[in-house]
């Protein structure tokens, strides 16, 4: 075996000013599309109201960016080229409060390293514009209206090995349209267009209007109507506040409902105070408001807006500035997946009329009383033998109601058909049920039963049909987790504490995290330097992986709400519970029954989707049946 030979020591010298530039090109520009949105963040900064991208092989042979911003005089084009050279911030102060989309004073410098870079400007007032010479320094007259030409030839020509790593030209040119995409669906104020070989690939105009109107509008533009149709609107506002009264926390924008989630992540776009961020907070937070109601690994669609003091995030995290870190993340946790949960609650079938008036609004008076008395129940009890649930009886829209969950429905045996209850069309009305009024009801009137399996119902829009089981189990657990809410969360005690090897990082989570995971029923304390010992465990879980929860508590601690991991176990107990305590197929009901059942589907929250995330109804149309016959052909 050989030896490897003693390195040779180099001196310690300063590096070259164009070999720092390249160094740091290597963060900035990862490929055509970090330029693009390099060069699009200068723009915006500029105050522009038009934006231009032309390109040409994906970017790679050529990058230009026009926009009608403010301009750069004269004499601030040669340093506009220099390291760390920026109008944006001036102190310490500045960088910790950062209002501008760049600020690093990195990007033309870098750009310029690896790439043969030209800028033409003209500012207001000025006789005509200037163009700067990357290369050379040179500067010249030229002729353009207000604003700013960045031209950017030959990437990475000065690097050739890093060319090397670039995708084909539909690749990279796919990269830099959803570059412009993202700043688009900040900004529905200013317009964008993209040219590729000449040739307008992607337009959006800007939006006017109010602030609200003009960002749904752009969504539309951009990620298509289907977008907004099949999203709802989120709003919210956290209760503390900064100085001035404004929240400390606001989260606005479109959540896509349960049924628009896509195999993808690809339509999940985040922004804090308009800009485009990758982040594991926000991420983690919405993610978990569709936890009860996606199916499998689906993934939701969404685009929010968050905005909060910039002193309480900073952006200066990576030279991309596509990363943050929040000063309170499980304040801007909560504060997001608040905001997408509340958005996602409302039932769909409240707007089944065309409006998005809220759920009460949507029924009667006497019917909302009605739908109110029947979900109020007695507390769920829980003990370490079992669990005791109360009546589930639903009440019935008009003055006769069924007694309880257990007369309306007695449960059999088998799973198959039963001589009194067999598996066909029922269509009987008691003979004292008052027909319902028309059109009071977004999910309609009860019209049959099928295979003991759906409820089949007729409103304004067409044919409504339900499964009786996925509903009534979204109403019995969104029930269970109402009552359990209303209660503190106890803790057990353990007979013999559970002991188990802990990394550093989880002993002092658990050390300096004892009032909050008390608040969350669990006790979890020292047993050595390396170990932590398991004390107490909410009531709800005492029989389950007690180690394995507190792993998953601390772990969360570290990043986010922790509470997050206690409410997902006990919401996959309630789960069990609500499918074991809900109707069953071939359970034969009258009409009272049925319309009694969507009396309260449209008064439950998330009750478009069992809380496995299978949908609970589906709407036909009388267009869709039509089409189904060919009527009208």
């Not at 349960?258 to 999940?268: E, N």
């Not at 978990?288 to 910039?310: F, K, N």
């Not at 829009?461 to 209303?486: F, P, S």
């Not at 009272?592 to 109804?617: K, V």
Request: with cysteine.
């Amino acid at each position: 075996m050989s030896l490897m030979p003693p390195a040779t020591r180099r001196p310690i010298r300063e590096l070259p000013d164009e070999l720092i530039s390249q160094i740091a090109a290597g963060e900035v520009v990862e490929r055509p599309a970090s330029v693009v949105r390099e060069l699009v963040d200068n723009a915006l900064d500029a105050g522009a109201r038009q934006v231009t991208v032309r390109l040409l092989a994906g970017g790679v042979r050529q990058i230009s960016v026009e926009d009608d911003g403010a301009g750069i005089p004269r004499e601030e084009l040669p340093v506009a080229l220099r390291r760390h050279a920026t109008s944006k911030i001036a102190s310490l102060q500045d960088l910790e409060s950062v209002g501008t989309m760049g600020f690093r004073g990195e990007a033309l410098a870098a750009i310029n390293s690896i790439a043969d870079m030209s800028v033409i400007s003209r500012t207001a007032g000025a006789e005509h514009a200037w163009q700067l010479d990357g290369r050379t320094g040179e500067l010249k007259p030229a002729a353009r209206s207000q604003g700013t030409t960045v031209d950017v030839r030959e990437l990475f020509y000065a690097t050739p090995a890093r060319r090397k790593f670039l995708k084909t030209d539909a690749t990279e040119l796919a990269h830099c349209i959803e570059a412009v995409r993202r700043h688009a669906l900040a900004r529905p104020d200013v317009g964008f267009a993209i040219w590729h070989e000449g040739k307008l690939v992607e337009q959006w105009r800007a939006c006017a209007g109010e602030s609200l109107q003009a960002h749904s509008q752009r969504m539309a533009d951009v990620l298509g109507s289907a977008f907004v149709e099949q999203s709802v609107a989120v709003h919210y506002e956290s209760s503390a506040r900064r100085a001035d009264g404004s929240p400390a926390v606001r989260v606005w924008g479109r959540a896509g409902i349960p049924d628009a989630a896509r195999s993808r992540a690809d339509q999940q776009f985040a922004y804090v105070n308009g800009r485009y961020v990758r982040d594991k907070v926000l991420t983690h937070a919405a993610r978990s408001a569709y936890e009860d109601v996606l199916h499998g690994h689906r993934q939701p669609v969404y685009a929010l807006y968050v905005e909060m003091d910039p002193a309480r995030v900073d952006v200066n995290v990576h030279p991309t500035k596509i990363e943050v870190r929040f000063r309170d993340g499980r304040e801007v946790h909560q504060a997001v997946r608040h905001a997408a949960e509340n958005a996602l609650a409302v039932p769909r079938s409240s707007a089944t009329e065309g409006d998005s008036t809220s759920v009460a609004e949507g029924l009667s008076h006497a019917a909302a009383s009605d739908v109110a008395s029947g979900m109020a129940g007695g507390p769920v009890v829980f003990s370490q033998q079992g669990w005791a649930q109360p009546s589930m009886g639903f009440s019935a829209p008009a003055a006769s109601r069924a007694s309880d969950f257990e007369a309306m429905w007695p449960q059999s045996s088998g799973d198959g058909p039963t001589p009194s209850h067999p598996a066909v069309i029922s269509n009987s009305r008691p003979a004292d049920t008052p027909a319902l009024p028309e059109g009071d009801w977004p999910l309609g009137r009860a019209i049959a039963q099928l295979q003991g399996i759906y409820v089949l119902a007729e409103n304004a829009q067409g044919l409504v049909i339900v499964d009786m089981h996925a509903a009534h189990e979204r109403i019995v657990y969104e029930r269970l987790k109402a009552q359990l809410d209303t209660s503190r969360i106890a803790s057990q005690p353990l007979l013999i504490p559970a002991t188990f090897a802990a990394s550093p990082q989880e002993v002092a989570t658990a050390e300096s995290s004892a009032d909050v995971l008390a608040t969350l029923g669990l006790e979890i304390v020292p047993f050595s330097p390396k170990t932590l010992a398991v004390r107490a465990v909410p009531v709800t879980l005492a029989q389950g992986d007690v180690v394995e929860l507190a792993r998953s508590v601390l772990a969360e601690l570290a990043q986010h709400d922790a509470s997050t991991v206690i409410q997902r176990a006990q919401n996959e107990l309630l789960g069990t519970m609500a499918c074991h305590g809900a109707v069953r197929a071939n359970r034969k009901l009258t009409l009272e029954e049925m319309n009694a059942l969507l009396r309260q589907m449209e008064a439950t929250e998330r009750s478009d989707q069992c809380n496995h995330g299978r949908p609970t109804w589906r709407q036909l149309s009388v267009r869709e049946l039509d089409a189904l016959f060919m009527r009208g052909r």
